[in-house]
């Protein structure tokens, strides 16, 4: 019998060390998955089915998921390599961002130990999207987001099977699709940004001259049904206008034509809140004979009381991440304003503006390091690879479209991971190969 000769040795060895990291991939990417599905709302009211800890299970989980991931990646060297934190200097304004917040929230909360507990889980989402942008590059994250969106469309329809009752809620006495969320508003935001980054994914399929697979059209048709019947207006605004961007005007393949997103978002964000509570209250009378309403269904009154209440107390600090609606003093005196049966009178959360919404919490120097953070990761665009930035011109565009009349102060949610993924993705330097790809190659070799 003839022995194996050294080479066909080391090719043994070379395929099970590449199925070996394949495998490792794999079981990472589930895991990003599962983290995505979380964030965009699951388990939701399956906690019917689930148990009523199911919910807190799943967030604690994924939180320790994600240290698990950010440590033991960086630990490829062995577990003596493990770094506690793998700093970039190209995230230097994310970080400033993630410590001002930090030290303003615990320096005027009334609530140390909420506050350091929502501070933490805020760092750490930010952090764990950072990580997600040095791993992946916008293509890969478009696949994996797209994933865990179909994950989360099967689990509505398989959740209207079960509770067929219950997949209707009666807001404002209209009948809003809700799926397994608790709101339409929450179930019509998650399935337009899913919209619209397929739709982001179908671009870069046709660059590659692929055809859609036949269950990522049914993905599509089911979502913009389900959107459909969830009768928000805003959310359609959400994606039309990211979407005629990346079709028209993206769809020149020309950097020229790129957008600069930390200035467009500022420019955007800030003056929409002016128009609206200047130029609104002139049109009123026109507005009002076609049928419309010049306050934006109450939330311009809302929007002046704040400025009005912001103003006169902690005006530079806020009262700390995530803490303006459980402090009840500070909401009574936005209630001052309101009649005390009304519902502007009795509301305990939601400014309805990402910007003001900021200011509350962590006042004008919050503000003020979240704007840099966003004009620092988004000054190369047009050196950017068009992946990359595709990727983070169809979030930007939708989180200012629905940051307008809505907010997204979470620690954990998909709003803020899109966000700071969006952010780290448009900071890395551009590589004419995946990071993931080019890992993969490396180790392999």
Not at 96 to 101: D, I, Q
Not at 227 to 251: H, M, Q, R, S, T
Not at 356 to 384: C, D, H, T
Request: hydrophobic letters at 50%.
């Amino acid at each position: 019998m003839r022995p194996r000769s050294a080479g066909y040795t080391s090719a043994s060895a070379s395929a099970a060390r590449n199925r070996s990291i394949e495998r490792r991939e794999k079981l990472i990417d589930s895991a990003v998955v599962l983290i995505l599905l979380v964030s965009m709302g699951f388990p939701g009211r399956y906690t019917r089915l689930l148990g009523g800890s199911s919910s807190t299970l799943l967030e604690y989980g994924t939180f320790g998921l994600q240290l698990v991931l950010m440590l033991f990646s960086s630990g490829r060297d062995g577990v003596m390599s493990i770094k506690l934190l793998d700093l970039k200097q190209r995230y230097t304004a994310v970080y400033c961002m993630a410590v001002v917040f930090f030290a303003d929230s615990m320096f005027v909360t009334r609530y140390p130990s909420e506050q350091i507990i929502t501070c933490v889980r805020f760092t750490v989402t930010i952090l764990f999207a950072l990580w997600m942008a040095d791993r992946y590059d916008g293509e890969d994250i478009l696949r994996l987001i797209c994933t865990a969106q179909m994950v989360f469309v099967v689990l509505t329809l398989l959740y209207c099977v079960l509770f067929p009752g219950t997949i209707f809620s009666q807001e404002q006495g209209e009948h809003d699709f809700i799926g397994f969320l608790r709101t339409k508003n929450n179930e019509a935001a998650e399935l337009s940004v899913g919209i619209l980054f397929q739709i982001a994914w179908f671009k870069l399929q046709r660059a590659r001259r692929e055809i859609p697979q036949r269950w990522e059209l049914m993905l599509f048709v089911v979502q913009g049904m389900m959107l459909f019947l969830c009768n928000a207006k805003g959310a359609l605004f959400c994606v039309a206008i990211p979407a005629a961007y990346l079709l028209f005007v993206e769809g020149r393949n020309d950097p020229e034509w790129r957008l600069p997103l930390g200035l467009v978002y500022v420019v955007g964000s800030v003056g929409f809140l002016i128009a609206a509570l200047t130029i609104l209250p002139l049109m009123e009378p026109l507005l009002s004979a076609i049928g419309k309403d010049a306050t934006l269904t109450g939330r311009t009154p809302l929007w002046r009381q704040i400025i009005l209440v912001m103003t006169n107390s902690h005006t530079f600090t806020g009262y700390g991440f995530g803490m303006f609606w459980r402090d009840r003093q500070a909401v009574a005196l936005l209630h001052t304003a309101f009649r005390s049966n009304s519902f502007m009178g009795t509301m305990t959360t939601g400014a309805h503006n990402v910007l003001l919404e900021y200011w509350l919490n962590v006042g004008l120097f919050g503000l003020a390091s979240y704007f840099i953070a966003l004009l620092a990761s988004f000054r190369q665009m047009r050196k950017l690879e068009r992946q990359n930035y595709i990727f983070c011109a169809a979030y930007m565009l939708w989180f200012m479209v629905m940051g307008w009349t809505e907010r997204s102060m979470s620690t954990y949610e998909y709003q803020m991971v899109f966000l700071f993924l969006a952010m780290g993705v448009g900071s890395n330097k551009p590589r004419p190969v995946s990071r993931r790809r080019a890992r993969l190659e490396k180790e392999a070799t």
